[in-house]
């Protein structure tokens, strides 16, 4: 081979290394980017909101007259009997203390009622002799009259006389009694507290509350012995058994909701996920201050657990679940919500079209946290990019992260 062809091969080559070389450069790099298949299925729109369970029924036991609650005899989560256990005991209450002023008054009212103590004793003495003087002068007249020697009128006087002054006798012991009496009244006026160490008197009785119904102890409102007044509040009494939830709906989205409504509870502490059903939409709204200091008018919606006991056996009253409450229920062609952006005033996605994705835009109908339902722009078993990146536009070179 001569020196010039060699040269011509060379040369050749050369050429043909430069221009792969270049292509390779030249060549656009696929974007790697998630894809998933889109699918016909069932699709639900649920109102989520935090919720509190609670004891449907709630008996709440308070102080039926004033005076000294003993220390409470029974703990939370205690279970008691309606009409056996003693939940609660009332003594009497201490008396007040005294300052100078009303000591001095008391004493002085003490004084008083014994002075006229005396007087009452007095008076009995006085009624006793005229009494005695009377029963005297009957008998003198009762011997002269037998003799004739006095009318009947002047008898039947002397018996009237003793007649009233035993009357007047039974009036000053009545009279006595009551000075006694107002007397014990005054000096009960000095009585000071007692030490509560102390034993109570003989006499001293106390009232035992108890259950009105069975259940288990809810809350306990002071456990220490304190003084109450009638209508105070003791603790509280339920079955943990019967629960129910509660849920603070904001009232925009309460209106799309009925009674019967299925619900699934979230996030309670256990495995998997509760079933409730909505009861009550109670009818008035209130206002309530959001933690960002926005007022929001909400409304309060009650459910019933579904879910037997033995699968939730570890929750109860005032226990913090999570609620997703089932506003609409239906099937058609699901769009992952990841997969959606926004293209002016409409939703996009971009479809896989082979090695390349074309943007398309969709029309929607009814989206929950996750999908959406398409009613136009996408079929069955198309594919697109969810969580499509910046680098990825319509016409870009990609492939599927899945395969890398």
């Not at 009624?127 to 002068?137: G, N, P, S, Y």
Request: glycine share 8%.
């Amino acid at each position: 081979m001569s020196w010039n062809m060699r040269k011509t091969i060379l040369a050749g080559v050369a050429v043909v290394a430069v221009a792969g070389f270049a292509y390779v450069a030249t060549k656009p790099e696929p974007v790697p980017v998630d894809i998933t298949t889109i699918a016909r299925g069932p699709i639900e729109v649920t109102v989520n909101v935090e919720g509190r369970t609670r004891v449907r029924d709630v008996y709440d036991v308070s102080a039926p007259v004033a005076g000294h609650l003993a220390r409470s005899p029974v703990s939370i989560g205690d279970m008691v009997t309606a009409g056996e256990t003693v939940v609660a005991r009332i003594a009497p209450g201490d008396p007040a203390f005294l300052d100078v002023r009303s000591r001095a008054q008391a004493e002085a009212a003490v004084a008083q009622a014994t002075a006229a103590v005396s007087v009452a004793e007095a008076q009995i003495s006085m009624a006793e002799a005229d009494l005695a003087h009377a029963q005297t002068i009957l008998n003198r007249l009762h011997d002269l009259h037998s003799r004739g020697t006095i009318p009947q009128a002047q008898l039947e006087d002397a018996e009237l006389g003793v007649d009233v002054a035993a009357a007047k006798l039974d009036s000053a012991h009545a009279a006595y009694d009551m000075r006694v009496a107002e007397l014990s009244a005054q000096r009960a006026t000095l009585i000071e507290p007692r030490d509560r160490n102390d034993p109570a008197p003989d006499d001293a009785c106390c009232i035992d509350v108890k259950a009105p119904v069975s259940g288990k102890v809810l809350s306990v409102a002071n456990e220490s012995a304190r003084p109450v007044l009638p209508g105070a509040p003791i603790l509280s009494i339920g079955e943990t058994d019967d629960l129910e939830i509660t849920a603070e709906v904001l009232s925009t989205d309460a209106v799309r909701l009925t009674p019967g409504a299925q619900a699934y509870v979230d996030r309670w502490g256990g495995d998997g996920s509760l079933s409730a059903r909505v009861r009550v939409i109670e009818p008035a709204g209130f206002t309530k201050v959001s933690a960002l200091g926005i007022e929001e008018q909400r409304v309060r919606v009650v459910l019933d657990l579904l879910t037997p006991k033995q699968d939730r056996a570890a929750l109860g009253h005032g226990f913090r679940v999570f609620l997703r409450i089932v506003e609409w229920q239906g099937e058609g062609v699901i769009v992952p919500l990841s997969a959606l952006f926004r293209d002016g005033a409409d939703w996009a996605v971009f479809v896989v079209d082979g090695d390349h994705v074309t943007q398309r835009k969709v029309m929607l109908g009814r989206r929950n946290s996750d999908e959406a339902v398409v009613l136009s722009g996408l079929a069955e078993g198309e594919q697109v990019v969810t969580h499509p990146g910046d680098r990825v536009t319509d016409g870009v070179l990609v492939v599927d992260r899945a395969t890398l």
